[in-house]
């Protein structure tokens, strides 16, 4: 099993597909179809389980989970370096 929190959110797109399709890190996971309201709960829980924090599911930012590259950006990119003193 990958450690590359990405591609194991690939492996869970592939897995809950009925018919096999394709897709990018670009493509929006929801308006596709690619994630529905059914798995959605269970894909924010993945996203929180392999970025390790928690995700209020009662104040999500549903942009955040659009794209795989917003998910990238939003819960693994890592932290900006803190401004140095002068």
Do not use: H, K, Y
Not at 19 to 48: A, C, H, M, N, Y
Not at 70 to 76: G, L, P, S
């Amino acid at each position: 099993m990958t450690t590359d929190p990405i591609e194991r959110l690939r492996t869970f797109i592939r897995d809950n597909q009925d018919e096999p399709r394709s897709f990018t890190d670009q493509d929006d996971l929801i308006e596709t179809g690619l994630i529905d309201s059914l798995r959605f709960v269970d894909f924010v829980l993945l996203v929180s389980e392999l970025c390790g924090r928690d995700i209020p599911l009662d104040d999500i930012d549903i942009e955040a989970f659009r794209t795989l590259d917003a998910i990238r950006t939003a819960w693994f990119a890592p932290a900006a370096p803190e401004a140095v003193a002068s």
